[in-house]
């Protein structure tokens, strides 16, 4: 009788795995599905985690961080007025570039449409770098999207839902960018070197006028994973190995990747 | 073992919340310190080596769903640690009650160097190669730090939630 109960709970346990694994995967895939099943049983769980954490870590931070907060909203809003102003001088000279570079049938991120999007979560474990967005495939973001912030490119949207995305931030072992800099039709590709380690560049011609400080851009080569124009790091040092005939060069993003918290995703399809 | 599943699959979905929206913003030299294999370790010294497993693989794919690290890799390195642990926890090492108050702390540092090791290792094995790119020996000894700090309060908690007692481990 127990054997037979037991064999009946077995054959229902079986049936019910297997239509929810043809319905994943006729859905959604199946590790698509597995991840979404598993966000929608983990996601009461960190939603009390985190209300429970959440004003005790207010408490703290306010309560040994209060003069830092108040000095930061000052520097901030010197900042602002600053960036106002140079805003106001550059209109002029950004029109006039951007028809240019419409002429040049180049793209120009600053004619591109761009969706806000909060960061809700930061990659969970120190292996990668990525955030998590607020925005999704039902607010036109798709895989491949350049997302920008805090002053320069940021990363690289890997994947969506609908309602949110995740963002394979540019220091990220796995990102390569492709750049140039100001008067110059030199390309070099930059890549990631993981989340506390700085970006880097080799094999760079020593013909190259590239120095400290040089701003790179993203070059917006035909069939490129970025559009033109977009900054990407600043030159920290250029060294050049005895004997070598290229340099090595370091850079740093131009963004603050410390402290992201609302980005844009440019709506820019590579090779479009 | 049943008797304690419930309770520690419970605990364990509050950790992988830990792990989501505290660890992962209260980063230690940019690494982010992973309950989610400390406490398979904690589970694993009660001498538990099923109910280990379990709860390596549940935290372990939870955290995976959410990264873009390959999928079910934490939940390998989960239960491996977990393992390794009941393993030792059979035999009494680490045991709260008998062992010297040091142990579990060093054990902690130990499994806590070796699981990002084990972590990069076994992403080569997969073909990412991406991992070791990263800031591995951070990795390494901020979690060293951090599993000699928290395996004792946690074996306890692991204790209290599983109730498993010496008699019943099996």
Redesign the interface.
């Known amino acids: 009788m127990a054997s037979d109960r037991a064999k009946r709970r077995a054959w229902t346990l079986g049936v019910s795995a297997t239509l929810v694994a043809t319905l994943l995967y006729l859905t959604v895939g199946v590790e698509s599905g597995v991840r979404s099943a598993i966000n929608l049983v983990v996601s009461p769980f960190s939603w009390t985690v985190n209300e429970i954490a959440r004003p005790v870590g207010h408490l703290f931070a306010g309560a040994i961080n209060y003069s830092d907060v108040v000095a930061q909203n000052q520097r901030l809003r010197y900042e602002l007025g600053k960036a106002q102003t140079a805003l106001n001088q550059t209109w002029a000279m950004q029109r006039q570039l951007q028809q240019m570079t419409t002429q040049l049938h180049v793209p120009f991120v600053g004619s591109l449409p761009v969706v806000a999007a909060q960061v809700t979560t930061l990659a969970p474990t120190s292996f990668a770098a990525t955030v998590d967005i607020s925005v999704g495939r039902e607010n036109g973001v798709l895989a491949g999207m350049p997302v920008v912030a805090n002053g320069g490119l940021v990363g690289t949207v890997i994947s969506t839902t609908p309602h949110g995305a995740t963002v394979r931030l540019i220091t990220d072992a796995n990102s390569t960018i492709g750049v140039t800099y100001a008067n110059s039709s030199t390309s070099i590709v930059l890549s990631g070197h993981g989340l506390n380690n700085a970006m880097g560049a080799s094999s760079v011609a020593l013909t190259s006028a590239i120095r400290p400080g040089t701003v790179l851009f993203t070059d917006g080569l035909r069939g490129g994973l970025y559009p033109l124009g977009l900054p990407v790091a600043r030159v920290t040092h250029v060294n050049l190995t005895p004997g070598a005939t290229t340099y090595d060069v370091g850079v740093a993003p131009t963004a603050n990747l410390a402290d992201l918290f609302y980005v844009d995703v440019v709506l820019w399809e590579p090779s479009t | 073992m049943s008797r304690a599943l419930v309770p520690a699959l419970v605990a364990t ?2 950790i ?7 660890l ?2 209260l ?1 230690v ?4 310190v ?1 309950a989610v294999w400390l406490w398979p370790l904690a589970v694993g010294l009660s001498g538990s080596t099923a109910l280990g497993l379990i709860v390596a693989g549940v935290g372990g ?3 995976d ?5 390959p ?1 079910g890799l ?1 939940a390998v390195v989960g239960g491996a640690v977990a393992w390794v642990a009941a393993r030792l926890g059979r035999e009494g090492v680490g045991d709260l009650d008998s062992a010297a108050w040091w142990v579990t702390p060093i054990l902690g540092a130990i499994f806590g160097l070796l699981a ?1 090791a084990l ?2 290792v076994l ?1 080569a094995v997969v073909l990412n190669f ?2 070791w ?3 591995v020996l ?2 390494m000894w901020v979690n060293a730090l951090a599993f000699a700090v928290f395996a004792r309060p946690l074996a306890r908690l692991g204790r209290v939630v599983t109730r498993l007692s010496p008699a019943m481990r099996r």
Request: net charge positive; aromatic share 8%; with cysteine.
């Open positions: 979905l509050f992988v919340g830990v792990q989501l929206v505290v992962t913003n980063r030299a940019g690494v982010v992973m794919l939870c955290v769903a959410h990264a873009i690290t999928f934490t990002p972590y990069v992403g991406s991992l790119r990263g800031s951070d990795a």
